[in-house]
């Protein structure tokens, strides 16, 4: 039973990050994570994002 609850969790989490991902990406960020995801591109006066913003955390 327990097994079953903790895959359900994961289950549940892995499907709610991939959601997240997909709904972002449908809004145009190119960096998924990055503080300045949506604006990244305009702010450095670049089509795409490098991955290298000044506000990133450095966490992903």
Known sequence: MVNV???AIL???VSCAIA???R???RGV???GCP???TCAQHHG???CSG???ASTGIF
Request: proline letters at 0%; one cysteine or more; aromatic letters at 4%.
């Open 46 to 48: 670049r089509e795409s």
């Open 11 to 13: 289950i549940l989490m």
């Open 36 to 38: 300045m995801a949506g």
């Open 30 to 32: 190119k960096c998924v």
């Open 24 to 26: 972002e990406k449908k």
């Open 52 to 54: 290298s913003c000044s």
């Open 5 to 7: 609850i903790v895959s």
């Open 20 to 22: 997240y991902i997909v």
